[in-house]
Nanobody, 123 residues
Framework: QVQVVESGGGLVQTGGSLRLSCAAS????????IGWFRQGPGKRREFVAA????????YYPDSVKGRFTISRDNAKNTVYLQMNSLKPEDTAVYYC????????????????WGQGTQVTVSS
């Protein structure tokens, strides 16, 4: 079993950047695919990015492609989400999750979830 904790959220202006961190404990992070999801007010949970266990493969939806970058430092048991050119519609609670199988974009494919970190983008 693995535990994940997000950090790095905050308030930023449109066009700004933030880097979120997902720190894992309990088991080696490289055993898991890590996904980032977000849920804005009144919206469904949305897939944002994912990284394979090795970090060799990354996945993004079109809504964030070119703006967000997922990376991982398995030696530090940490995954990062670099978010650039932020827009007000990126405002949401961001969650990281660990899983090992299933479609990368589906929340049901992930077994372990953090509590989330709030990202607010002001216009």
């Amino acid at each position: 079993q693995v535990q994940v904790v997000e950090s790095g959220g905050g308030l930023v202006q449109t066009g700004g950047s933030l880097r979120l961190s997902c720190a894992a404990s309990g088991r080696t992070l490289s055993m898991y695919r890590i996904g980032w999801f977000r849920q804005g007010p009144g919206k469904r949970r949305e897939f944002v990015a994912a990284s394979s266990g090795s970090g060799d493969n990354t996945y993004y939806p079109d809504s964030v492609k070119g703006r967000f970058t997922i990376s991982r430092d398995n030696a530090k048991n940490t995954v990062y989400l670099q978010m650039n050119s932020l827009k007000p519609e990126d405002t949401a609670v961001y969650y990281c999750a660990a899983g090992s199988k299933g479609l990368v974009s589906l929340s049901d494919s992930y077994d372990y979830w953090g509590q989330g970190t709030q990202v607010t983008v002001s216009s």
